[in-house]
């Protein structure tokens, strides 16, 4: 069975940090791109950031390019999301997701429809 679980999500204020994790099981994940979406109430989910299947290309939606980082451990079969000045905005429930890249050109997919497996998510919130 097929499980990706995050966690590391919660409350903090605004300008604080958090560290999101994402644990994949069920089928080797190192040949897929990794991706981190999310939800805000009332809002579509929208793509936050991706990764390569070896680490060496990222992409961020623009709003949280300098804030935020990801990364992935193969071996731990883990992807993380550094969340760094965070901000009120940036409260959302996060999504971690997974597949085949699109191409051997396309190494980050970056629409929802893109993506075969996601976790169930977990909650940032952000405070003022």
């Known amino acids: 069975q097929v499980q990706l679980v995050e966690s590391g999500g919660g409350l903090v204020q605004a300008g604080g940090s958090l560290r999101l994790s994402c644990v994949a099981s069920?089928?080797?994940?190192?040949?897929?791109?990794m991706g981190w979406f999310r939800q805000a109430p009332g809002k579509e989910r929208e793509f936050v950031a991706g990764?390569?299947?070896?680490?060496?290309?990222?992409h961020y939606t623009d709003s949280v390019k300098g804030r935020f980082t990801i990364s992935r451990d193969n071996a731990k079969n883990t992807v993380y999301l550094q969340m760094n000045s965070l901000k009120p905005e940036d409260t959302a429930v996060y999504y971690c997701?997974?597949?085949?890249?699109?191409?051997?050109?396309?190494?980050?997919?970056?629409?929802?429809?893109?993506?075969?497996?996601w976790g169930q998510g977990t909650q940032v919130t952000v405070s003022s």
């Open positions: 997701a997974a597949a085949p890249p699109l191409s051997s050109i396309v190494l980050i997919n970056i629409n929802e429809d893109e993506y075969d497996y």
């Open positions: 069920g089928r080797t994940f190192s040949d897929d791109c």
């Open positions: 990764i390569s299947w070896n680490g060496g290309l990222t």
